[in-house]
T-cell receptor, first 114, second 113 residues
Framework: AQSVTQLGSHVSVSEGALVLLRCNYS??????LFWYVQYPNQGLQLLLK??????LVKGINGFEAEFKKSETSFHLTKPSAHMSDAAEYFC????????????FGTGTRLTIIP | GAGVSQTPSNKVTEKGKYVELRCDPI?????LYWYRQSLGQGPEFLIY????????DSGLPNDRFFAVRPEGSVSTLKIQRTERGDSAVYLC???????????FGPGTRLTVL
C-alpha cells in the first residue's frame, strides 16, 4: 500500500519569503511522486512530478521538489513567495511503472501575507 | 485545446435519489479516472478506465456506485439511493496513457440533503 503524509494543514509565509511544504511518503514499491495545486473553484493542476530520473525536480511557477529516499520525503519549495501562490497544495504518490491511481495527502493550504 | 469537462458543476439531490455525473475527457486520452474529494480531504480514488473497460474499481465504496465508459470517451458515474455521506466533490481526470500525467476537470459538487 502507498500513502503520503503532508505535515501542516495550513502554512503562512510572507510575500518574498521561502515556501516549504512538507510531504513524506510510504511505499512498498518504487514510487512516482507528484505535487498538484488547486486554486479556488478550479481543478487540480500538476506542478511537478518525480519519475525516478533526476532527484531534484523543477516544476511550473518557480516550484521545485527533491526526492530523498533516505528520508522518504518529497518536500516542495519556492525561493520567493508571490501573492498568486495562495492555494491548496496536494502531494500524491503512485506506483512506478504503472501510473494509475494516485493516492493523495490531505493537502496544505498556503496563505501569503502581504 | 479543451481540457477535461464535467457536468453538472453542482448537483443538489435528496436522500434516496439517483444521480448521474458526466465526464468528458481530453480528446484522444485513453485512460480516465474518477476521484472523490470530501471537505478538508485530498481526493480519493474511485475507479479507473483503460478504454471502455474498468481496469481498477477498487475504490468504489459500495455497490450503489457504478461507472461506465461505453465508447471509450465520455464516462458517467452513477450513484443509486444517495446518502448524505455521498456529499463531496467528484473529480474526473484523464491521461493519454496510464503512464502519463493525469489532467483533472473542475469537479462536480454533489450535495445530498
Amino acid at each position: 500500500a502507498q500513502s503520503v503524509t503532508q505535515l501542516g494543514s495550513h502554512v503562512s509565509v510572507s510575500e518574498g519569503a521561502l515556501v516549504l511544504l512538507r510531504c513524506n511518503y510510504s511505499s512498498s514499491v518504487p514510487p512516482y511522486l507528484f505535487w498538484y495545486v488547486q486554486y479556488p473553484n478550479q481543478g487540480l493542476q500538476l506542478l511537478l512530478k518525480y519519475t525516478s530520473a533526476a532527484t531534484l525536480v523543477k516544476g511550473i511557477n518557480g516550484f521545485e521538489a527533491e526526492f530523498k529516499k533516505s528520508e522518504t520525503s518529497f518536500h516542495l519549495t519556492k525561493p520567493s513567495a508571490h501573492m498568486s501562490d495562495a492555494a491548496e497544495y496536494f502531494c500524491a504518490v503512485s506506483k512506478a511503472f504503472g501510473n494509475e491511481k494516485l493516492t493523495f495527502g490531505t493537502g496544505t493550504r498556503l496563505t501569503i501575507i502581504p | 485545446g479543451a481540457g477535461v469537462s464535467q457536468t453538472p458543476s453542482n448537483k443538489v439531490t435528496e436522500k434516496g435519489k439517483y444521480v448521474e455525473l458526466r465526464c468528458d475527457p481530453i480528446s484522444g486520452h485513453t485512460a480516465l479516472y474518477w476521484y472523490r474529494q470530501s471537505l478538508g480531504q485530498g481526493p480519493e480514488f474511485l475507479i479507473y478506465f483503460q478504454g471502455t473497460g474498468a481496469a481498477d474499481d477498487s475504490g468504489l465504496p459500495n455497490d450503489r456506485f457504478f461507472a461506465v465508459r461505453p465508447e471509450g470517451s465520455v464516462s458517467t458515474l452513477k450513484i443509486q439511493r444517495t446518502e448524505r455521506g455521498d456529499s463531496a466533490v467528484y473529480l474526473c481526470a484523464s491521461s493519454l496513457t496510464p503512464a502519463d500525467t493525469q489532467y483533472f476537470g473542475p469537479g462536480t459538487r454533489l450535495t445530498v440533503l
